[in-house]
């Protein structure tokens, strides 16, 4: 087995400024609408989604991050989203899961869309 001869030491400036090429945004936004819609579609639930308002009940839905990157994005994800994704909510949640998911940003309630599973949780 050959041994690895030890690399000498970066200075400071070489390491700052790898960082700094490594640390710049990817500029999503200027991608083409059609191409950030494929994207979307990639980064949808495929499963039903269990969600509560306790800490320690539910879990955060992994893609809903897109919804708060910025506003053009939450407006061009959101609908995709609520669409395609089944969300469980216990009886007691769905009032607040509409008016924080489906109702947010002003939407009209003719204008919803959602798919909402309402579950019974086991006794504890």
Do not use: W
């Not at 070489?14 to 819609?37: C, D, G, H, Y």
């Not at 579609?41 to 991050?65: D, H, M, S, W, Y």
């Not at 899961?97 to 002003?106: E, N, P």
């Amino acid at each position: 087995m050959r041994e690895l001869a030890a690399m000498p030491p970066c200075s400071e400036s070489a390491m700052m400024s790898t960082q700094a090429k490594n640390s710049k945004a990817f500029p999503f936004l200027e991608l083409p609408a059609e191409v950030r819609n494929r994207i979307y579609e990639f980064a949808v639930e495929n499963n039903r989604v269990r969600i509560a308002k306790r800490p320690g009940k539910g879990c955060t839905p992994i893609f809903l991050n897109f919804t708060k990157v910025c506003r053009l994005i939450r407006t061009e994800y959101r609908p995709l989203y609520l669409r395609r994704t089944h969300a469980l909510v216990t009886l007691a949640d769905v009032d607040s899961y509409v008016s924080v998911f489906v109702l947010s940003g002003g939407i009209e309630s003719k204008d919803a869309i959602g798919n909402i599973v309402i579950y019974a949780p086991p006794s504890e």
